[in-house]
């Protein structure tokens, strides 16, 4: 790359600049690939901007604040099988009704790092910090396609969204994804608000695609056109990055991602994180709260939360607190009083807590994530599990 800002090389310089609290754990200072610590994640139910989670692949020149970005040139592009093609102004967006919702924003990659103990998955090592929980605000896509009376062709099977950043190198693909258009056509959001302000620059402001339910990598920022289209984007970002494989694969090996094979990274799986304790804290023998959050795509409940003290072999259910909204984190706790210390480690002083969430469609969480191996290692929703020591 050509000339670096000289912040990317010290990762504090980066935090300040861009605007992070400063106790981020800072991946790339280039593009700016930034991850949450648990303990700052649990401290709020909606994340607040200093404290969200960044992943760039490539980024609009001035987009690396906190600020917002201008937004009175913005225009946003809808075409292909839709009737009449239109180009709508930021402005206009104002004019029509606005909705609200809250979702979980996760890196397809969140969790990276735990495939990485069974076979190196490349990428960024992301731990439980590739997430938030955020409060958007918009118009829903659907709202817009009635309100200026477009017409989507049915041969439209994707929603293609582009973004106005562009590639790091003159021969790599832009980044753009597509998804179902049936599926998300009644909640996409194109959104304009996070938690209540502009979007933040470097969050995809003034415009950003929000699809409730599905992986961060698929939430498009600074979204400059929609595609309705008969067939998913070709752009590498889609076809061959952010996929997962539809049969088990042996960890460690390198298939080839293609069409048939594969899967892009769409609705998040259902998943638990353990924020309180965090691993290796230390902690006083005495009453113990572990607490944390559950989530799934949102198309149904969280019917329960376990937590195993044993390693697996007895479970008992938590306390789920209802969520903000069904795409959001369903938050639980457990406050273990007494008969606990039965399960230190062989006499000792170390302690796992290990914690799945179920669904109504029984979906659930595998006892060892890592058979969902793949080379990129995406989706991971493997039961957590956080050891601690007591003293
Ligand atoms: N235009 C554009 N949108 C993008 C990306 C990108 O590189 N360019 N990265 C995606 C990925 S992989 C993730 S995880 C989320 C991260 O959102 P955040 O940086 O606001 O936390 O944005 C997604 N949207
Ligand atoms: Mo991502």
């Known amino acids: 790359m050509a000339s670096l800002p ?203 695609l929000v699809l409730p339910g599905y992986y961060g990598s698929m939430n498009v920022k600074w979204v400059s056109r929609l595609r309705f289209e008969k067939e998913a984007s070709r752009s590498r970002h889609h076809a061959q990055r952010y996929r997962t494989f539809r049969e088990r694969i042996e960890p460690g090996s390198q298939p080839e991602a293609r069409a048939e094979t594969t899967h892009p990274t769409w609705r998040q799986k259902i998943k638990s994180v353990i924020w309180n304790p965090v691993n290796d804290e230390r902690r006083l023998v005495g009453p113990l709260t572990v607490s944390g959050v559950s989530w799934n795509d949102g198309r149904t409940e969280i019917v329960a939360v376990e937590i195993s003290l044993d390693g697996g072999n007895t479970w008992q259910r938590v306390n789920v607190e209802a969520p903000l909204s069904p795409y959001g984190w369903h938050p639980w706790n457990v406050t273990f009083w007494y008969g606990w210390k039965r399960y230190l480690d062989g006499g000792g002083t170390a302690m796992e807590f290990r914690v799945r969430a179920f669904d109504a469609l029984g979906r659930s969480q595998p006892d060892d994530g890592a058979v969902h191996w793949n080379p990129s290692g995406y989706e991971w929703f493997g039961v957590d599990s956080v050891k601690i020591s007591l003293h």
């Open 6 to 208: 000289a912040f990317a090389q010290n990762p504090q310089a980066f935090l300040a600049a861009v605007g992070k609290d400063p106790r981020m754990i800072v991946h790339d200072a280039v593009t700016g690939v930034v991850e949450t610590p648990v303990q700052l994640l649990r401290e709020h139910l909606l994340t607040p901007k200093e404290l969200l989670f960044v992943r760039n692949n490539q980024l609009p020149p001035g987009s690396l604040t906190l600020s917002p970005f201008p937004a009175t040139d913005w225009e946003l592009e809808l075409s292909g099988l839709v009737a009449p093609a239109m180009t709508v102004s930021f402005s206009d967006l104002a004019g029509i009704e606005q909705s609200e919702v809250v979702a979980v924003l996760q890196c397809a990659g969140n969790g990276r790092a735990f495939y990485s103990q069974t076979a190196m998955a490349k990428g960024t090592q992301w731990q439980r910090g590739g997430m938030g929980q955020i409060r958007w605000k918009g118009v829903r896509l659907k709202q817009l396609l009635d309100s200026s009376g477009l017409m989507v062709d049915e041969d439209a099977r994707f929603l293609t969204a582009e973004g106005r950043d562009s590639p790091a190198s003159s021969d790599d693909d832009d980044y753009e994804q597509s998804v179902p258009l049936a599926d998300v056509l009644e909640t996409a959001l194109l959104a304009t608000h996070m938690n209540g302000e502009p979007i933040p620059a470097i969050h995809g402001g003034p415009l950003r």
